[in-house]
């Protein structure tokens, strides 16, 4: 602990009154203190130096300074002679160089007492934050006991559901999520859709349920409070007793900071909507919304060395694994997809400038794959049954016709 003082009007008095004393005591017992050999000013110089930094040390040399240029004029000497006199000239050089140092050394010191200090109350501001941390975290602990005794999503199954949902590829994920929703909640007809960028269409992305219940692709109403309410509060909504032809359930998927994909509940058991199972539903989301975020990075970065430079089309062979991929998912998780294939020897047209034009009509979840022996785009449609390609393949056609590509 150091001595500091914020109030300069103290700083003024303390320096004035002090050389004031000194030049009373000087005039009461004649003890020309000017003329010793160790100067007692010297002290008051350090004094203030010490105390208040450079701000003291310039400050006490000028009264030092103005106080010995005083005792001369009483003693009768010429002050006009006192810059020519070497001796003098000696007194104020180290009487100045005295003050320059003290007050450097004690800037310096109160700089590194301050960062330190500084550091410590922030260090003591981050501990005490812990600790009502900690505090929180224990009453939140006792609560979440007594409540998981009543609900059947102990600590356990909970740990359980997040590692099955932290899979390396972000299609599983979503599969887990759907399985999760339908074993612990007992979900039924769901599926997840990508949202667009007007957020005026879902596409379907995976299905578990009846195709009349879950279209291909769903339209939001501007006028459905249930839709609004999702983007809105980006939290689970649920369909009220005025609002028909929509979902029972509508929950957000958020990943790069925005809704990117809603899960689409069409029936659910009424006693999993308690609040806390609620809560727990909503946590499952964001930790999924984390783990495709997670999972496509990494297909990204394994994947990446798979596209034809410049870019986002497969060579032949890793698009002939994405297919086999697509397969297993047909026959383990009942998931439909479809291809199309896409003649462009004659389209005058390079790789990069297809490409724009014909994501213009494809969801991000499509992909495309080149062959450059015979010059063939081919398309994968997850989760799009055969019945729509032959759709999809005029469209994309229709899109070059547009833009010029193809006759």
Do not use: C
């Amino acid at each position: 602990m150091i001595y500091t003082q914020h109030r300069n009007s103290i700083k003024w008095i303390e320096m004035i009154v002090s050389i004031l004393i000194i030049g009373l005591l000087d005039y009461m017992f004649s003890l020309s203190i000017s003329k010793w050999i160790i100067d007692p000013l010297i002290f008051y110089i350090l004094l203030f130096s010490l105390r208040y930094g450079l701000l003291g040390s310039f400050v006490s040399f000028l009264f030092t300074l103005g106080y010995h240029l005083l005792f001369l004029a009483v003693e009768g000497s010429d002050i006009l002679l006192f810059l020519y006199d070497q001796q003098e000239l000696m007194w104020i050089v180290f009487h100045f160089l005295v003050a320059v140092t003290a007050g450097m050394f004690s800037t310096s010191f109160q700089e590194r007492y301050l960062s330190l200090r500084l550091r410590q109350e922030e260090v003591t501001e981050e501990n005490t934050r812990l600790l009502e941390t900690l505090e929180a975290l224990r009453l939140a602990q006792d609560t979440m006991q007594k409540k998981l005794l009543d609900s059947n999503h102990t600590l356990t199954k909970i740990y359980k559901i997040g590692t099955d949902l932290d899979q390396s590829v972000a299609d599983i994920v979503r599969d887990k999520l759907v399985s999760t929703f339908e074993q612990s909640f007992k979900a039924k007809h769901l599926a997840i859709y990508h949202v667009d960028a007007s957020r005026r269409t879902l596409r379907l992305h995976v299905r578990f349920g009846d195709k009349e219940k879950l279209p291909q692709t769903l339209f939001i109403d501007s006028e459905s409070n249930i839709y609004q309410r999702m983007f809105k509060q980006k939290a689970i909504a649920i369909r009220t007793a005025d609002e028909f032809d929509v979902p029972l359930l509508i929950a957000p998927i958020q990943y790069d900071g925005k809704i990117q994909e809603v899960l689409v509940v069409q029936e659910i058991d009424f006693n999993r909507l308690t609040t806390y199972e609620m809560n727990v539903m909503q946590l499952i989301l964001d930790w999924t919304g984390s783990r495709i975020e997670k999972a496509m990075l990494m297909e990204w970065n394994e994947t990446r060395h798979e596209l034809i430079e410049g870019t986002h089309i497969y060579q032949l062979h890793h698009f002939n694994e994405k297919i086999q991929y697509q397969e297993y998912r047909l026959q383990h998780y009942g998931q439909p997809y479809s291809t199309v294939q896409m003649p462009v020897a004659d389209v005058p047209l390079s790789l990069i400038e297809m490409e724009l034009i014909l994501r213009q009509s494809m969801r991000e979840i499509d992909l495309i794959g080149f062959d450059e022996e015979t010059r063939t785009l081919h398309f994968l449609l997850p989760g799009t049954p055969e019945e729509y390609a032959k759709r999809f393949k005029e469209r994309i056609r229709d899109v070059f016709l547009r833009k010029g590509g193809i006759s």
